[in-house]
């Protein structure tokens, strides 16, 4: 190896007329700039709390797309007031910002979120740990590995089971995924993909899934090579969760096509209808052939938590792995998520150790480096969120705001149910309700989808109250997700008439 012997005196680098003064360090000069920008920022979004009667501003794109087409980015200038730029933020995004702690917002799956969490936020981006190595985190790690062991603990997972924070419940299912290709090509073809990359039989690989399971099942399968084609959509009962007899069904019909099933999925609160698939048959199922079990908790997953509640996802604690989103149904803010497996040792279809980071030496010395099981290298302290969540407001008071919006749910069924304005297609078995606008008027299917997507969309233009849509076999639905302890059932009549409003508009 060549050393380079240097003969040249490079210049010093002069910090005249600069001074740094931005970069968050302990001189009483940043301490104050610090102090205030936080105060400022707070303020803003204290504003930002209370101006806000509505969800949203009904800005549209092309509206505030003029606004950032004046603003040059190169010719930002220094030292600007703080406020300038805070009031800029506000023009282009506070005041439109869609506020999901809003009780007439009930779309997506989008949390309120706790206190105690956004506390958290500003210590993670303060002192900026990442959650790759101990070196770079030390107590950190150790706070992600004992979050870790608790949601095990929830699952009911013993201590060979392991895990790690994700940006969310796509991650966490593309880590399922690739565990259940890896293994399976390991210990069925003895193939190691993370050497030699696919191997031919990789192309008849088959997942099962319900056909209403979240999309990024096949986005993944994409990902990992394994196409769309290989996610088998197995139908569902009239209550949207899984049909056990028709997955055992379609595993032998893609055998006898000579396809390769590799894993199942079941999902514990599907995106849109919150149904919980029978998941203790799901694992005898995976069991008898042999396939990787994956459940998809991400919304469901906050069951586990309430002592009322855990035992309707009985059959969890079967799965080789869980993806449960704390971003979702534990109210924190995004991200926020776990992915947790079984057996620790499926970690190595994920492990690679590089001798600048997380050598081999450092395992062998016994140092907990998270990035040993994790896609990500960098990566944010997220579990310090929900770390401080529980020790502010303990397991069971977290559990009781999930619990509350579990019976609103059921409340708000009722009065859709029995209005003859709607059409309810399911008692929701979680947070989620599709129903239609249908008051059996003479318009037919088409003219009906058309108006149940006008009304969503002229609600969304107003910016009142804040609904989604879907589509179920064809045919348009509307959609709430019912996330918001804040909400009462007062909320609900007002959205439901602000519906019938719009409705008209569009008749
Ligand atoms: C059942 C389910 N799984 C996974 C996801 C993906 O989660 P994320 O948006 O955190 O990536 C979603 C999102 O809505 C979901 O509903």
Not at 31 to 52: S, W
Not at 137 to 145: F, H, K, Y
Not at 246 to 269: C, D, S
Not at 315 to 331: A, P, Q
Request: with cysteine; glycine share 6%.
């Amino acid at each position: 190896m060549t050393i380079i012997n240097s003969t040249l005196t490079p210049a010093s680098p002069t910090r005249k007329g600069l001074g740094f003064p931005f970069l968050f360090h302990n001189s009483g000069v940043n301490q104050k700039i610090y102090k205030n920008y936080m105060h400022m920022a707070v303020g803003h979004v204290l504003n930002f709390l209370e101006n806000r009667d509505t969800p949203f501003s009904g800005v549209q794109p092309e509206e505030l797309k003029k606004r950032f087409d004046l603003i040059d980015l190169d010719n930002s200038q220094q030292n600007v007031d703080f406020e300038k730029v805070l009031e800029e933020v506000k023009d282009l995004y506070l005041d439109h910002a869609v506020a999901f702690h809003h009780p007439k917002y009930i779309a997506h799956l989008n949390c309120p979120i706790l206190t105690p969490a956004i506390a958290a936020e500003v210590l993670i981006s303060s002192v900026n740990s990442s959650l790759d190595t101990w070196d770079q985190s030390a107590g950190g790690t150790l706070i992600e590995q004992k979050l870790i062991r608790w949601t095990c603990d929830l699952i009911g997972y013993k201590d060979q089971a392991d895990g790690i924070f994700t940006s969310g419940g796509t991650q966490s299912n593309l880590m399922a995924l690739l565990m259940a290709r890896d293994q399976f090509c390991q210990e069925k073809l003895g193939v190691n993909i993370k050497i030699d990359g696919l191997p031919p039989e990789a192309s008849r690989f088959r997942i099962f899934t319900s056909e209403n399971s979240h999309f990024s099942i096949k986005k993944n399968a994409a990902v990992l090579g394994l196409g769309h084609k290989s996610v088998i959509g197995v139908p569902v009962d009239n209550q949207f969760r899984m049909s056990t007899s028709a997955l055992e069904e379609a595993i032998k019909e893609e055998l006898n096509k000579g396809n390769i099933p590799i894993a199942v999925i079941g999902t514990a609160g599907t995106t849109d209808f919150g149904s919980i698939d029978p998941l203790e048959k799901i694992a005898s199922i995976a069991s008898k052939y042999q396939l990787w079990f994956h459940t998809d908790a991400a919304v469901g997953g906050a069951l586990l938590m309430s002592s009322t509640q855990a035992s309707r996802l009985k059959g969890i604690e079967h799965s080789d792995s869980v993806t449960i989103d704390y971003h979702k149904t534990f109210f924190q803010p995004v991200s926020c998520s776990g992915f947790l497996f079984k057996n620790k040792d499926a970690a190595r279809y994920i492990c690679y150790h590089a001798d600048y980071l997380n050598s081999k030496e450092q395992e062998k010395q016994g140092l907990p480096n998270n990035v040993n099981k994790s896609l990500q290298t960098t990566k944010r302290f997220d579990a310090l969120k929900l770390w401080m969540t529980l020790r502010t407001l303990g397991r069971e008071m977290l559990s009781k705001h999930y619990e509350y919006t579990l019976l609103l749910s059921k409340q708000a069924a009722h009065l859709i149910g029995k209005d003859p304005a709607f059409e309810l297609l399911h008692q929701p078995e979680l947070n989620c309700l599709v129903f239609r606008f249908n008051p059996g008027s003479n318009l037919n299917e088409e003219q009906l989808n058309v108006l149940n997507l006008n009304i969503r969309q002229s609600l969304f233009k107003e910016g009142k109250v804040i609904i989604a849509s879907t589509k179920v076999r064809g045919t348009t639905y509307l959609k709430f997700t019912i996330l918001n302890p804040l909400m009462t059932i007062k909320d609900f009549h007002f959205i439901l008439n602000q519906i019938k409003q719009h409705a008209d508009l569009h008749q």
